[in-house]
């Protein structure tokens, strides 16, 4: 069975710290490009972070460029999302994608419809 589960999820103060993963299984990783989403109450889910499976180069969004790492490690068949100074707003579920997308182009690889499996989600929430 193909599948994608996150975890590292919880409860979080501003200014803090989360590791998320991304465990994939029943394929492999390996050539495939990796991707973090989130999405808020209310509002759509798009792109933070992408690895593409061509040069295995790490793409940011805007919006946490500096505070976000994204990094994969193929021989565990894992992803990882690094968060830092986390802020109310980072605040979401977290999903993490893979597919086939390669380039820089921001409005390709942050558009939902572009990735083809997905895990279950794991919620963010950053609160005092």
């Known amino acids: 069975q193909v599948q994608l589960v996150e975890s590292g999820g919880g409860l979080v103060q501003p200014g803090g710290s989360l590791t998320l993963s991304c465990a994939a299984s029943?394929?492999?990783?390996?050539?495939?490009?990796i991707a973090w989403f989130r999405q808020a109450p209310g509002k759509e889910r798009y792109g933070l972070a992408y690895?593409?499976?061509?040069?295995?180069?790490?793409y940011y969004a805007e919006s946490v460029k500096g505070r976000f790492t994204m990094s994969r490690r193929d021989a565990k068949n894992t992803a990882y999302l690094q968060m830092e100074s986390l802020k109310p707003e980072d605040t979401a579920v977290y999903f993490c994608?893979?597919?086939?997308?390669?380039?820089?182009?921001?409005?390709?690889?942050?558009?939902?419809?572009?990735?083809?499996?997905w895990g279950q989600g794991t919620q963010v929430t950053v609160s005092s």
């Open positions: 690895i593409s499976r061509r040069d295995y180069r790490a």
């Open positions: 994608a893979t597919g086939i997308i390669t380039g820089s182009d921001y409005y390709t690889w942050s558009h939902p419809k572009n990735w083809n499996t």
């Open positions: 029943g394929f492999t990783l390996d050539g495939m490009s």
